[in-house]
């Protein structure tokens, strides 16, 4: 999605102005987006949450799946986004975060390759004397709150991992006939989260964290809106042996 991010600089962006954002096409052939435990709640009444390992920092990511193949968004069709939430990440682009070498310290960037940034039309960055404009005031004051949200994010990460919560999902679906394997993702470990002592789970509720546990657990069922969107003719009679084989409550 972002292509060529840099920094915002008064000389180098004084005539760049941002176009409005009416067209999804720029997330077309993102099939995971990160998201933050801020949106579990209204994610997961849409997307599977799940959890991508960062091996090299020893991190995991909360991420929605937008479809079940690289390259394929299944919520974006002719530049609209056919869902009622949106994730933070996709909402703030052309814009990003990006650490300086201070220690705490962020730079706003935005993604010059993007369509959305031009010289003619939209609104400006920055007014006639050199001052950042009211959008980028705003765009400031949404990325920083979107920082302390990564924070939390982070710290709820670091946490499963200390308990060993995180389990690979390993989940086998049709797909056009054929049977796929969905794997390469983590997701929270139910039986070890049922086992979790008293005081463990007491903890975790003054935390915080026992709603996103839950919102995260919940949405993985949505991978069956997935199947759906992917394909609008699946059937869903099944025969009798099917409606009452063994497993069927699950």
């Not at 962006?13 to 990160?34: C, P």
């Not at 994010?153 to 086998?172: D, G, H, R, V, W």
Request: proline residues 3%; glycine residues 4%; aromatic residues 10%.
């Amino acid at each position: 999605m972002f292509e060529k991010v840099v920094p915002i600089t008064k000389d180098g962006h004084k005539k760049t102005k941002i176009k409005a954002l009416n067209s999804f096409e720029f997330a077309k052939g993102i099939n995971l987006a990160a998201i933050m435990v801020h949106e579990f709640s209204r994610a997961a009444a849409i997307y599977p949450i799940v959890f991508l390992e960062d091996k090299d920092k020893d991190q995991f990511r909360p991420t929605v799946l937008l479809g079940l193949e690289q390259g394929e968004n299944l919520f974006v069709k002719d530049g609209k986004w056919n869902a009622s939430y949106i994730p933070a990440i996709i909402r703030r682009y052309p814009f990003a975060l990006a650490k300086t070498k201070e220690e705490d310290r962020f730079t706003i960037c935005l993604d010059e390759a993007s369509d959305l940034v031009n010289d003619k039309e939209g609104q400006e960055l920055f007014d006639k004397s050199g001052e950042p404009a009211e959008v980028m005031e705003r765009v400031k004051k949404y990325l920083s709150e979107l920082q302390q949200m990564e924070k939390f994010t982070e710290a709820f990460c670091q946490y499963m991992i200390s308990l060993n919560m995180f389990t690979p999902l390993n989940m086998k679906v049709r797909m056009e006939g054929e049977v796929k394997n969905i794997a390469g993702a983590y997701v929270i470990n139910e039986e070890r989260l049922n086992s979790l002592s008293d005081d463990k789970f007491l903890e975790m509720r003054k935390k915080q964290y026992i709603p996103v546990i839950y919102s995260h657990l919940s949405s993985l069922s949505q991978i069956e809106r997935l199947l759906t969107l992917k394909d609008k003719n699946l059937s869903t009679a099944a025969t009798v042996a099917e409606r009452f084989a063994e497993g069927a409550l699950n």
